[in-house]
């Protein structure tokens, strides 16, 4: 059951232009979401997240939306570089009651190209 | 500040051996979790540990398991390796681990130990 879903594979973009990633879910109960970079040797890092109340966070180039009733999160990059091209992970937080602890769920991932 | 350290970076094994990787956390973060990830999978998530407890644990068979030390270091274990086992294996901290807390969300991640079983 994949609770979070990156239905592109991939995604090729020319530099200077806007890169949109998208994410869908499943799980209402998700509390977060969050957005990881990956370089091939090297682990995620932390890109850009959202709370489940907001619709929008901003930080940089990176902005993610959020649409809690379509359950449906982008990430929009603005202008792309060559430097941003990477695996781009999302990833949804649920805090667990029982027992407490937390856990990522993550997509199966996004590879980003930007071209010159 | 040193990130998460995992160790060893690389490893070959061969299929019905048994293999221990380990991971330190950053300095003051108390909660370890460790994930695998293949082609076309993803990040799947094995286990979380807090305060040398599992919190919280996915869908992974008994082979895998995993104990956490008083310092918050981590190491995970797969006994009985199969070549389905072969995978980048990655540890990831946060600051605590119960409380229901903005600082728990993100996790800071290895660079990970790419296990290979042959």
């Known amino acids: 059951d994949q609770q979070v879903k990156q239905n592109s594979p991939s995604l090729s973009v020319q530099e200077g232009r806007i890169s949109i990633l998208n994410c869908d879910y499943t799980?209402?109960?998700?509390?977060?979401f969050l957005w990881y970079k990956k370089y091939p040797a090297e682990g995620p890092t932390f890109l850009i997240s959202i709370s489940s109340i907001k619709d929008k966070n901003e930080d940089g180039r990176f902005t993610v939306f959020l649409n809690k009733s379509a359950k449906h999160l982008s990430l929009h990059i603005v202008p792309s570089q060559p430097g941003d091209s990477a695996v781009y992970f999302c990833?949804?937080?649920?805090?667990?009651?029982?027992?407490?602890?937390?856990?990522?769920?993550f997509g199966t991932g996004t590879q980003l190209k930007v071209e010159l | 500040k040193a990130g998460v350290t995992q160790t060893p970076r690389y490893l070959i094994k061969t299929r019905g051996q048994q293999v221990t990787l380990s991971c330190s956390p950053i300095?003051?973060?108390?909660?370890v979790s460790w994930y695998q990830q293949t082609p076309g999978q993803g990040l799947q998530f094995l286990f979380e540990y807090f305060s040398e407890t599992q919190r919280n644990k996915g869908n992974f068979p008994g082979r895998f398991s995993g104990r956490q030390f008083s310092n918050s270091r981590s190491e995970m274990n797969v006994s009985t390796l199969e070549l389905g086992d072969s995978a980048l294996y990655l540890c990831a901290s946060r600051p605590v681990g119960i409380h229901k807390d903005r600082r728990n969300t993100e996790a800071f991640f290895g660079q990970g130990t790419r296990l290979t079983v042959v």
């Open positions: 990833a949804a937080h649920l805090y667990i009651l029982t027992g407490g602890g937390n856990k990522l769920t």
């Open positions: 300095s003051g973060h108390r909660s």
């Open positions: 799980n209402s109960m998700f509390d977060y």
